[in-house]
Nanobody
Framework: QVQLVESGGGLVQFGGSLRLSCAASGSFATIYSMTWYRQTPGKQREMVAVISSGSITNYADSVKGRFICSRDNAKNTVYLQMNSLKPEDTAVYYC??????????????WGHGTQVTVSS
């Protein structure tokens, strides 16, 4: 069983910073790409940042230059450093990871999300 658990969300003022973490646990052989998404009510979930197993990153245009995605493979954890936050960054942030398990093959797994609220 694989679990992804996000943490680090909260309430922050306009221009502030937050750091999200997402830790994977369970029985798995390899974690490939790890991705941060966000979703607000009534809107589709959008990709925010993705990082490959070799730490190559790609970002949504809306967060380029403000967000930094990184990972610690020894800790099976991906991070999202969010700087210069804006009210439009308010959303539930989810992490997803493409993981090859020991017994069940390769799948995308999802966390339950963490709320980020940016006040103006």
């Amino acid at each position: 069983q694989v679990q992804l658990v996000e943490s680090g969300g909260g309430l922050v003022q306009f221009g502030g910073s937050l750091r999200l973490s997402c830790a994977a646990s369970g029985s798995f052989a390899t974690i490939y790409s790890m991705t941060w998404y966000r979703q607000t009510p009534g809107k589709q979930r959008e990709m925010v940042a993705v990082i490959s197993s070799g730490s190559i990153t790609n970002y949504a245009d809306s967060v380029k230059g403000r967000f930094i995605c990184s990972r610690d493979n020894a800790k099976n954890t991906v991070y999202l450093q969010m700087n210069s936050l804006k009210p439009e960054d308010t959303a539930v942030y989810y992490c997803s990871a493409n993981i090859r398990t020991i017994s069940s093959g390769r799948f995308d797994y999802w966390g339950h999300g963490t709320q980020v609220t940016v006040s103006s």
